[in-house]
């Protein structure tokens, strides 16, 4: 069963700090993993794409990275902003599917 | 429209009453998803559209869960006879494509069953 593992579960940081979100998944073959950041009340908005050609990508403040081998993504926020306060999703598409795999999320809490 | 816009935001209804979601995608995308959001839970695959193909409905908890949409347009979704545990967050998505890739999300409807 294709599963999407995210940790930590919850993390607490200062503004202005950096910090690095974990993704492990088991998902095969692998198509594509993206980030979404969601807002509280809102949908989710999708923050970086990645293939398996590619192993770093970066959106302003985010960057990702993918190692297929391992089968792990990380997302890293540099200076972190009060806005950033969201849950970060990661997921994963399985090639010839069109339904991607969710993780739960991390929720991040950026304080002043 | 500029996004995928659903309605209504909020609904609470009481145990055993039906409700019926409203999703509108953007404008040309054939392909729609609803998803359910637990408190504290990833997205369930609820049910997809694409185009005028038969829609993929494995992801439908149970037979007092349907959804329709009509061509490429406005998509339903309806829950008969709510019980406490439907309460969630439902959020439709859509995509220019088949597949999934690249689909724009709702901000969702909080249902509260009471």
């Known amino acids: 069963k294709n599963q999407v593992e995210q940790s930590p579960q919850s993390l607490i940081i200062l503004e202005g700090k950096n910090c690095t979100l974990q993704c492990n998944y088991t998902v095969s073959p692998f198509s594509n993993l993206r980030w979404y950041k969601q807002d509280t009340g809102r949908g989710p908005v999708s923050l970086t794409i990645m293939t398996f050609s590619e192993n770093t990508k970066s959106n302003g403040r985010y960057t990702a990275t993918l190692d297929a081998d391992t089968k792990q993504s990380s997302l890293h926020i540099t200076a972190s902003q009060l806005s950033d306060s969201a849950s970060y999703i990661c997921v994963v598409k399985e090639g010839g599917s069109y339904i991607p795999t969710f993780g739960r999320g991390t929720s991040l809490i950026v304080h002043p | 429209g500029a996004g995928v816009s659903q309605s209504p935001s909020n609904k609470v209804t009481e145990k055993g009453k039906d409700v019926e979601l409203r999703c509108d995608p953007i404008?040309?995308?054939?392909?729609l998803y609803w998803y359910r959001q637990r408190l504290g839970q990833g997205l369930e695959f609820l049910i997809y559209?694409?185009?005028?193909?038969?829609?993929?409905k494995s992801g439908l908890p149970s037979d007092r869960f349907s959804a329709e949409r009509t061509g490429e347009s406005v998509s339903t979704l309806t829950i008969q006879r709510t019980q406490q545990e439907d309460s969630a967050v439902y959020l439709c998505a859509s995509s220019l494509a088949a597949g999934g890739d690249g689909y724009t999300f709702g901000s969702g409807t909080r249902l509260t069953v009471v």
């Open positions: 404008s040309g995308h054939t392909a």
């Open positions: 559209f694409q185009g005028n193909s038969a829609p993929d």
